[in-house]
């Protein structure tokens, strides 16, 4: 257990905990998640808005971050020797993988402080080096890749896709939440079965995650 990570997911989930858990479809990487186990049922309609207002992404590995995790790392010509960012960050997982798959340099952006720090842990973890930042526009320099997961959720996120394409020359986006997705130069060019850990029981369309390429 990670009693600092556990400390600020039971200020919004009492009775929740932060456990270390080994991904079944991006192994050897192992990652901070909340538990198994953890509560569904009996939360104060304050503590439900609350979650609202500070989704916690982060406990989260979702379905796309594994994927595209474990794309880096049986195919990791994609990322060795580049500078990578890895945009929306979360738990940091396709950060970690980069790094582990051989990138010169990987930087994790995430506006959220805590996912922030959840990725640091994980990536201490796995023994991976990061460097982390809530500031996209402050990040000096080239970047060869940039690669997103699990952002598409919100259409107010869809003008980021053309930001990217700007900031690399190539971008790789994992997502299993929007369909009939057309959004030249990107095109589709893998497709796989996956699920969030914990598992979340959700339908078999947010399972299937497609992976898109521009560049």
């Known amino acids: 257990m990670n009693p600092e990570l556990t400390k600020i997911v039971q200020n919004l989930l009492p009775g929740a905990r932060i456990e270390s ?7 050897p990487l192992c990652l901070y998640l909340l538990n198994h186990d953890y509560p569904q049922q009996g939360l104060e309609p304050a503590q439900v808005q609350t979650l609202i207002n500070n989704p916690l992404y982060w406990v989260f590995c979702w379905a796309s971050g594994q994927v595209l995790a474990r794309l880096l790392l049986e ?7 580049k500078r990578v960012l890895d ?6 997982v396709v950060a970690i993988a980069a790094a582990l798959a051989g990138a010169a340099e990987v930087i994790a952006c995430d506006i959220d402080p805590d996912a922030l720090a959840a990725t640091s842990a994980n990536a201490e973890l796995n023994g991976a080096c990061i ?6 526009y402050g990040i000096d320099g080239d970047i060869d890749l940039i690669v997103v997961a699990d952002v598409l959720y919100d259409k107010s996120n869809f003008p980021w896709l053309d930001r990217f394409v700007k900031r690399s020359p ?3 986006v994992a ?23 914990p598992d979340l ?5 947010f399972r299937d995650v497609r992976i898109y390429l521009a560049g």
């Not at 195919?75 to 020797?81: A, K, N």
């Not at 945009?87 to 940091?92: E, I």
């Not at 939440?177 to 850990?197: A, G, H």
Request: glycine letters at 6%; proline letters at 7%; charged letters at 30%.
């Open 21 to 27: 858990q080994t991904l079944p479809q991006a192994e």
């Open 201 to 205: 029981d959700e339908s078999a369309e």
């Open 75 to 81: 195919q990791p010509q994609w990322v060795r020797d």
């Open 131 to 136: 460097k982390v930042t809530d500031d996209y």
């Open 170 to 172: 190539q971008v790789l």
């Open 87 to 92: 945009f929306g960050c979360g738990s940091g």
């Open 175 to 197: 997502d299993s939440r929007v369909k009939n997705f057309d959004y030249p130069p990107f095109r589709q060019i893998d497709r796989f079965q996956s699920c969030t850990l």
